[in-house]
């Protein structure tokens, strides 16, 4: 099976700069995913990274090392708004199908 | 254009009843991908269909059950209700599927209260 685990809950203030960690374990890895959800709304879509390195779009980055089954998602200049659930997700070969962490809880203060 | 539409947004069930959740894709999305989302568990993924077939399932018993239907519209039943299946249920649409792109686009959910 697969595991992915990531902090339950962070907080930052605002215009802070936050590291949001996700480890993972599987076989076939062919891609990992972030998408943010507020509360009460579904998730959307922030990041994808299949290859090593860093993804920069706009106020957020993430980041991939394949080798060490490690991701990160780093938000700049963090605003009010940024306080929501940050989900990190693996796609598997094997399964062809994204499969969740539970996601952080990032509470941004003024 | 339109995102993904779920129907119905609340609804609450007694043990044992059975349910059925619709969803409405982006026009022109194929696919249709169903997740379980509890704050125990997180997003858990139940089914996927693309063009009418099931191409993917979960690890979710049987009471679990989908279907597509030819616009690309999709449900989802659950029998026999348990308390354990109260949950908001998330569908997800993309164009190919998830394993072509990876980028779904969810709706706002069904929350199911099974009391």
């Known amino acids: 099976g697969q595991n992915i685990d990531q902090p339950t809950e962070m907080t930052a203030t605002e215009g802070a700069i936050v590291q949001i960690n996700c480890t993972y374990q599987?076989?076939?890895?062919?891609?990992l995913f972030w998408y943010q959800q507020h509360a009460a709304e579904a998730p959307t879509f922030l990041s994808y990274?299949?290859?090593?390195g860093l993804e920069e779009k706009g106020r957020f980055s993430s980041f991939l090392s394949r080798s060490k089954g490690y991701s990160y998602l780093l938000l700049k200049e963090l605003q009010m708004k940024d306080s929501a659930s940050y989900l990190c997700?693996?796609?598997?070969?094997?399964?062809?199908?994204?499969?969740f962490g539970k996601g952080t809880m990032l509470l941004v203060s003024p | 254009k339109a995102g993904v539409t779920q129907t119905p947004r609340y609804l609450i069930k007694t043990r044992g009843q059975q349910v059925t959740l619709s969803c409405s894709p982006i026009?022109?999305?194929?696919?249709v991908s169903w997740y379980q989302q509890t704050p125990g568990q997180g997003l858990q993924f139940l089914f996927e269909?693309?063009?009418?077939?099931?191409?993917n399932k979960g690890n979710f018993p049987g009471r679990f059950s989908g279907r597509q239907f030819s616009n690309s519209r999709s449900e989802m039943n659950v029998s026999t209700l348990e308390l354990g299946d109260s949950a908001l249920y998330l569908c997800?649409?993309?164009?190919?599927?998830?394993?072509?792109?990876?980028?779904?686009?969810f709706g706002e959910g069904s929350r199911l209260t099974v009391l």
């Open positions: 026009s022109g999305h194929r696919s």
């Open positions: 990274n299949v290859l090593d």
């Open positions: 997800a649409s993309s164009l190919y599927g998830q394993w072509e792109t990876g980028e779904l686009f």
């Open positions: 997700a693996v796609r598997d070969i094997r399964y062809s199908t994204l499969t």
């Open positions: 599987t076989s076939g890895f062919n891609g």
């Open positions: 269909y693309f063009s009418e077939t099931q191409r």
